[in-house]
């Protein structure tokens, strides 16, 4: 699971208001190279939750992102590097995603996040 998906997943637990983000509990991830595209890079990244893509790769060790991310960044090739590596190369592939206002832990399991709810609650 790249961070690019992680930030765009919530909680849809029946009842949750506060369901994003998910915390990310990494048990195992790789670095997978993947070609950069700065047009993809800088039209993504208005959608992207730069506190939770940073907390994200925190967890996976890449310390590289700044703070604060604003639009004026992406005429910078090392902030385009840096962003395109957290979002698009970091590769979870086991671990979980946990709900901030449950607790409830969504499996990662060969880089595929379950997000399948119970019948309780949906």
């Given at each position: 699971?790249?961070?690019?998906?992680?930030?765009?997943?919530?909680?849809?637990?029946?009842?949750?208001?506060?369901?994003f983000p998910l915390k990310l509990e990494a048990d195992k991830w790789?670095?997978?190279?993947?070609?950069?595209?700065?047009?993809?890079?800088?039209?993504?990244?208005?959608?992207?939750?730069?506190?939770?893509?940073?907390?994200?790769?925190?967890?996976?060790?890449f310390a590289e992102l700044p703070e604060q991310a604003d639009a004026?960044?992406?005429?910078?090739?090392?902030?385009?590097?840096?962003?395109?590596?957290?979002?698009?190369?970091?590769?979870?592939?086991?671990?979980?995603?946990?709900?901030?206002?449950?607790?409830?832990?969504?499996?990662?399991?060969?880089?595929?996040?379950?997000?399948?709810?119970h019948e309780d609650e949906v």
């Open positions: 699971m790249r961070l690019l998906t992680h930030n765009m997943l919530s909680c849809n637990i029946k009842g949750v208001t506060n369901g790789v670095t997978k190279e993947v070609d950069l595209n700065a047009d993809f890079l800088r039209g993504i990244f208005p959608k992207i939750e730069w506190s939770a893509l940073l907390a994200a790769a925190r967890v996976l060790g004026s960044m992406l005429s910078s090739d090392d902030f385009l590097r840096r962003f395109h590596h957290a979002l698009l190369e970091l590769h979870v592939e086991e671990g979980a995603l946990v709900c901030p206002e449950t607790g409830r832990k969504f499996p990662i399991n060969k880089g595929i996040p379950n997000m399948l709810l």
